[in-house]
């Protein structure tokens, strides 16, 4: 079956960085996205990768090893706005987007 | 960049009766429209797939009956829960994409529904 794993929860500090991970398990690939979704909110694009290697955009970097089924979110000096769900997303061979559970992120000042 | 609005932004209505919601790509024609449901803390679920003049393809589970979807335009489409009832709360919302073959959606705000 297809899958998608990342972490539930996670807690940083305001000002530091912090890198969330998401494995995949889909039936071929055609690319990994990551969105980003305040509470009550739709979803919005961070990123989209389909080749091997790190994208910097900004404070937000994503980074895709396709061997590993693996990448991440990385972000910097991160602020309190930063605060959020992110959701890693896997398109499939059908072009069909598989979604994670999406990791709640939680900064402290 | 390209803006997907959504209307109504917040519903509630009584058990049995029908809501439309709307999606409207407001800066560019989308090919394919989606709508997706999420529950609180849950992840989106795609609910069904719509191409501009032809019908909905509906995600295993998703009674198309029940959950009525019109792509009459390359700028709108419309969804219409029928006969709601309280189990049907959800945050509803619909993304588009300028090809059926895409790198990127872009979402409309939600829809959130409560049925009473």
């Known amino acids: 079956g297809q899958n998608i794993d990342q972490p539930t929860e996670m807690t940083a500090t305001e000002g530091a960085i912090v890198q969330i991970n998401c494995t995949y398990q889909?039936?071929?690939?055609?690319?990994l996205f990551w969105y980003q979704q305040h509470a009550g909110e739709a979803p919005t694009f961070l990123s989209y990768n389909v080749l091997d290697g790190l994208e910097e955009k900004g404070r937000f970097s994503s980074f895709l090893s396709r061997s590993k089924g693996y990448s991440y979110l990385l972000l910097k000096e991160l602020q309190m706005k930063d605060s959020a769900s992110y959701l890693c997303?896997?398109?499939?061979?059908?072009?069909?987007?598989?979604w994670g559970a999406g990791t709640k992120l939680i900064i402290k000042p | 960049g390209a803006v997907v609005s959504q209307h109504p932004s917040r519903v509630i209505c009584k058990s049995g009766t029908s809501v439309k919601i709307e999606c409207r790509s407001l800066?560019?024609?989308?090919?394919?429209m989606f709508w997706y449901r999420q529950f609180p803390k849950k992840s989106l679920m795609l609910m069904a797939t719509?191409?501009?003049?032809?019908?909905?393809?509906?995600e295993q589970g998703v009674e198309k009956d029940k959950f009525l979807i019109n792509h009459a335009s390359l700028t709108l489409s419309t969804l219409t829960v029928t006969s709601a009832h309280p189990e049907d709360s959800s945050f509803y919302i619909c993304s588009a994409s300028l090809g059926q073959n895409y790198n990127e959606q872009f979402f409309g705000p939600g829809t959130r529904l409560t049925v009473l």
């Open positions: 800066d560019f024609q989308a090919t394919t």
């Open positions: 997303a896997a398109l499939d061979s059908n072009y069909q987007l598989i």
């Open positions: 889909t039936s071929g690939f055609n690319g």
């Open positions: 719509s191409n501009e003049g032809s019908k909905a393809t509906y």
